[in-house]
């Protein structure tokens, strides 16, 4: 492995790529193991129950933070959500992940009974994710997980021969992230949000072009796994972004994959995403859990957004997370 510093770059492979693969290679065993059995939908049906359950329990303790005024960052005039992260922009991107799934079941899915279990979770989740003033996630991952579940639902119910009345609600719900947040557009966090001459508009296009110079001068296999900060603070830091110097990824997910594993990690990283999205569109057009696909599709369109601009992979929860969008639907 070519890292200067060796000792974080095993770390992360163990922490990350690792464990990530541990996690595919028990998901393989299983559906191999499954091919002589029966009941095999109810692996799928535990795999997702527990991944949404568990981060609507994660939703539910960040709106308790909120409402007890517990473990809350409060920064550039709001107060923000992190649930049992480090970070509220932490907390965004595993919870915008789970709630594009939640919602196209709430709202798609055609046993009908479940529904309301469904948008119940989604509502919890929804709220936590709005109070991690999460800029990525507000203003490119909601967006683009709900246009694609609006326009994915539309396809779907049409197919169906449905009523596609359900879509006036699911416009009705970005309508009211919108009004939501309409009182918070004149605090600090968001009133500077296209100044690119200062602030953090400024810092984030300085760190990208360091980034690209980075990749440039270490083309073919990064500065190694969790090298980014060393190389970046040590050689490669603008003067005019002093201000921030401990950023230990480039917050784009083309460069990290780029800076941090080189062209092989870049072209693993366009090739995987690629056939996660190719997977899921397959399966939303041939009706084989189709809502699910969507939902899976709406999360990977949501994540590789907010990723332009943060981070998108190269932590535990969200590597697994990715492993676990390749593997559903079956």
Excluded at 117 to 144: C, E, M
Excluded at 178 to 205: A, C, S, W
Excluded at 300 to 309: D, F, N, Q
Aim: charged residues 10%; proline residues 3%; positive net charge.
């Amino acid at each position: 492995m070519q890292a200067t510093h060796q000792a974080v770059a095993w770390r992360e492979w163990r922490t990350v790529f690792l464990y990530a693969g541990l996690f595919g290679l028990s998901l393989a065993l299983m559906a191999r193991s499954r091919s002589n059995t029966t009941g095999g939908y109810s692996d799928q049906t535990l795999l997702l129950s527990a991944w949404l359950a568990g981060s609507t329990v994660v939703a539910l303790v960040a709106l308790w933070q909120y409402g007890s005024d517990t473990l809350l960052v409060q920064a550039e005039g709001v107060r923000r959500v992190r649930a049992f992260y480090g970070s509220p922009n932490n907390l965004a991107l595993y919870l915008e992940r789970t709630l594009a799934v939640t919602l196209a079941l709430g709202f798609f899915a055609e046993q009908q009974r479940y529904r309301w279990i469904y948008l119940a979770a989604g509502l919890a989740q929804a709220a936590a994710l709005l109070l991690t003033f999460s800029k990525g996630a507000l203003l490119l991952a909601l967006p683009t997980q709900l246009g694609l579940l609006w326009l994915g639902g539309w396809y779907l119910l049409s197919r169906r021969g449905e009523s596609r009345r359900v879509l006036w609600w699911l416009a009705a719900v970005a309508v009211a992230i919108f009004i939501t947040l309409l009182p918070f557009l004149g605090t600090e966090r968001f009133q500077r949000l296209l100044d690119f001459e200062e602030g953090t508009g400024f810092v984030r296009l300085q760190l990208w072009q360091s980034s690209f110079q980075m990749a440039i001068d270490h083309p073919w296999f990064g500065v190694g796994p969790d090298n980014f900060l060393y190389a970046y603070r040590s050689l490669y830091l603008l003067p005019a972004a002093w201000q921030e110097p401990n950023l230990n990824h480039p917050h784009n997910w083309l460069l990290d994959w780029w800076t941090r594993l080189g062209v092989p990690g870049l072209f693993l990283a366009t090739s995987w995403f690629g056939l996660i999205s190719l997977r899921q569109w397959w399966h939303l057009r041939s009706n084989h859990q189709a809502v699910l696909a969507l939902g899976l599709l709406a999360a990977t369109a949501a994540a590789l957004a907010h990723g332009l601009i943060d981070a998108s992979y190269a932590l535990p929860d969200l590597i697994v997370v990715w492993v676990l969008m390749s593997y559903l639907p079956e």
